[in-house]
């Protein structure tokens, strides 16, 4: 990896030389159509980005359609093979490389038989789904007319959903019992409502000044029929076919090793997920290292508290009322000042703010028992949508106030928040603003933002700190916990003893979480991954430049690029700490 990010420095620092006369016009050409291939994939995506061709569409989720855009990255992969890089730019380069690792994961990936597993503890197609109207636009008829026409399309996207999965299950690639444990819900709670005051309604409370009351009135009878007639039967159908077939037929065994294999399905999401070519032997013994760390810093401040070590000030915290909201709208509040005091911080870090504001809402009470403590959703201008910081407003008792600072750190400012947006803002290829994540990135900056917050002086009493910390040994915990159970044998319970031993963090949490590690793999592992790269960037250009570091100009650097693979973010940064030194005018990407 350091060789890569060498030869990749050596080509950033030549990064504002001018571009060869003679470079060849079909990169842009062929990035264009590659473009139009990934909305053609992503319909709804489409939609938000103001392209209204596919605005009644919802995507194809069976095999026959995952096998043809195999066939299509291929072929993708191909003519970008054929491009003479040495008459690129620079970042014409780092887009080449970004797009190719994406597409030969997606062929990789659809060589498995786990292809077919399209849900987890954390997202289905049927709870994105119930999010739709939080995502589409309502800007003008059209907007309003592909929204209902989107509504009568759901049963076909969920009749593919069904039969992928029905040959997940015939092939031996069903999800784990024990975190289904009242899974179902996920599914009946969105049609718990009547039709009338569902979700899927919620765009036409309100009469936009652009209609007349008579065509409203007919739009919005047409809509309620969409979900009364073809939603809510979806929906019906999907439940009964988890009830009567997949649930009965779960698997015992928590890992993904005990599917057809396993072990190399799970090396692969390793690689994916963290961007790196570690062994899940080296991610769980970097784990250890890393509890190890952390616990002594916990134990430290534990003893400084007045308690014996963390596990005895954790139990302590945990029967604290003083700690814990009594309603949802408190919780949502506190959150909300939290944003708004990091907010205030800002300006000291950053030389390049978003314009795109985000608001905080609860998550949806259908998913909020079985789902994580919190999650951020990505707005945009061009879909006139703010970002949104979803709060978890179920089962108060296990959401501790005192870890708020770092969680609202992690998923709004200074995180995915101004990462996301950011990225989106800058001017680089579209399929760099919205088409590509790398999680290592994302998510190492989200953790990376949490130690961030601790410069800004957010953490400003003992239990915050104790918090900020419990959420760092969550995120090296996952890293012995996510290969322990898909590399190592690990059953579900020794994953929650090991993280409830490790953290302050409650047992709701703990458990939600090791559903999630035991149905998605791998992705839990890029999170501290990533952070410890950045961390170490931020290391090296301090050191390297000394009195000329200045980390506003740092945190800009690495976010103008949007998200990146760890080794090209890597010769990003040495190339910037190079013009540093050099005292060089910033260059383009």
Known sequence: MRRIASLLA???????????????????????????????????????????????????????????????????????????????????????????????????????????????????????????????????????????????????????????????????????????????????????????????????????????????????????AAVRDSVYPAYDALLRFYRAEYAPRCRQVAGVSATPNGLAYYAYRLRSETTTRMTPDEVFALGQREVARIGRAMDSLARGAGYADRTAWAEALRRDPRYYATTPAGLLAAAAWEAKRIEGEMPRFFGRLPRLPFTVKPIPDAIAPGTTTAYYGGGSLEGARAGTYWVNTSKLDQRPLYELPALTAHEAVPGHHQQISIGREMELPPVRRYGVAFAAFTEGWGLYAERLAEDMGIYDTPEKMFGHLSYEMWRACRIVVDPGIHAKGWTRDQAIAFMLANTGLTRANVEAEVNRYITWPGQASAYKIGELKIRELRARAESRLGAKFDVRAFHDAVLENGAVPLDVLEGLVDAWIARQLAGAAPAGR
Request: include cysteine; hydrophobic fraction near 40%.
């Open 10 to 224: 050596i080509a950033f620092a030549l990064w504002g030389s001018a571009a060869s006369a003679q470079r060849p016009v079909s990169v842009d050409s062929l990035l264009a159509e590659h473009w139009r291939w990934v909305l053609a994939g992503s319909p709804q995506l489409a939609t938000t980005l103001g392209v209204r061709t596919y605005d009644r569409q919802l995507g194809d989720l069976t095999l026959a359609h995952f096998d043809q855009r195999a066939r299509e990255a291929e072929g993708f992969l191909g003519r970008f093979d054929q491009l003479d890089t040495m008459r690129l730019t620079p970042p014409e380069r780092v887009t080449l490389a970004i797009l190719r690792r994406d597409l030969a994961e997606q062929v990789e990936g659809n060589r498995f038989g786990q292809r077919a597993v399209l849900f987890t503890t954390y997202y289905g197609w049927w709870t994105g789904f119930a999010d739709i109207g939080e995502r589409h636009p309502f800007r003008d008829p059209a907007d309003y007319e592909a929204y209902v026409a989107r509504l009568a399309a759901f049963p076909a996207y969920n009749r593919g959903g069904i039969a992928t999965t029905r040959v997940a299950l015939r092939e031996g690639y069903a999800q784990p019992c024990a975190p289904l444990e009242g899974f179902d819900r996920t599914i009946s709670g969105v049609t718990a409502p009547p039709p009338d005051s569902s979700r899927f309604m919620a765009p036409f409370a309100r009469r936009p000044s652009f209609y007349a009351e008579g065509d409203w009135s007919a739009l919005r009878a047409r809509a309620l």
